[in-house]
């Protein structure tokens, strides 16, 4: 069993990011300027936040980060993104989720201009990326591919299970294996699945990303799996300083040992959504997508 080291990975792709933006700038270009809305007080989202702020410092980005309170209207909201998607100074932005539950996601995605969407959940970069055009992909998604990428993981004809159909994680990453230069048979399992642990047992590679802690047990993997785990839930623990330690999807010390590849929670996708995320920054400073 080799452990997916998805912290070794983001450093080797944060430096090759660092060096784009120094050949940029010094070709007399501004920064890439990143800006984050983060709306409200929960904790998860300023941590998130919070390494983003770090990693653009890393990479050579300006940063920005819009905090708004939690009671604010989805119509101020809306007039924020509006002034973004107008500022020529900002190359690309997000608006952290969750969202507060007065205010309309679906809205505020479709609200940001496709050419600074960074997340890549706008329907025109979701249209793009299951018609394989160029697009900002959503950055779980990208992460998992630049990990297959880096360890080398052989797709080609194999068998893929993507438990979870979620537009961020599960239908997204479907897509891309299935698509050409990938080329995995791919099979979406949901909550409605019958039979779901013979399905997943049938998987090359398996992606849990359904957001319930250690739902996948050993006899659900088949010896010599690939096992890509991003859940990731915050549980009680009387044995860490927080009182709380993070669990995957996966139930890690009974599949590991099953596995050929498996990542571990956290240290696995977790840092690559955020380098997937500074990728898509520098594509929209360049214009590669749209122009």
Not at 49 to 60: I, L, Q, T, Y
Not at 214 to 226: C, H, R
Request: with cysteine; charged share 25%.
């Amino acid at each position: 069993m080799q452990l997916i080291d998805g912290k070794e990975v983001a450093a080797s792709l944060r430096k090759e990011i660092k060096a784009e933006v120094e050949k940029w700038v010094a070709a007399g270009h501004k920064a890439p300027h990143l800006v984050a809305i983060l709306v409200g007080n929960d904790g998860a989202s300023q941590t998130y936040v919070g390494h983003k702020e770090k990693c653009c410092g890393e990479v050579g980005f300006r940063s920005t980060v819009l905090r708004m309170a939690e009671n604010t209207t989805e119509e101020q909201l809306l007039a924020e993104i509006k002034k973004l998607n107008e500022n020529p100074d900002v190359d690309g932005f997000i608006v952290q989720l969750p969202l507060p539950k007065h205010i309309s996601e679906q809205k505020v995605i479709e609200a940001i201009d496709p050419h600074k969407d960074v997340d890549g959940f706008h329907p025109v970069n979701t249209g793009r990326m299951i018609s394989g055009l160029p697009s900002y992909l959503p950055a779980t998604p990208d992460g998992i591919l630049e990990l297959l990428k880096y360890y080398k993981i052989e797709t080609a004809g194999k068998h893929c299970v993507v438990i979870g159909r979620s537009n961020i994680v599960g239908r997204p990453i479907a897509n891309l294996l299935s698509q050409k230069g990938w080329d995995c048979t791919v099979t979406i399992c949901h909550s409605r699945t019958k039979n779901l642990t013979e399905v997943v047992k049938s998987g090359d590679i398996v992606i849990a990303a359904l957001g319930v802690a250690e739902f996948v047990k050993a006899d659900m993997i088949k010896k010599g799996a690939v096992v890509i785990d991003v859940g990731i839930t915050r549980v009680p623990s009387d044995k860490t300083k927080s009182g709380w330690k993070l669990l995957g999807d996966v139930k890690f010390d009974e599949v590991s040992p099953l596995c050929s590849y498996i990542t571990p929670v956290p240290g696995g996708v977790g840092p690559m959504t955020i380098i997937s995320l500074m990728k898509n920054t520098l594509k929209a400073a360049r214009k590669e997508i749209y122009e």
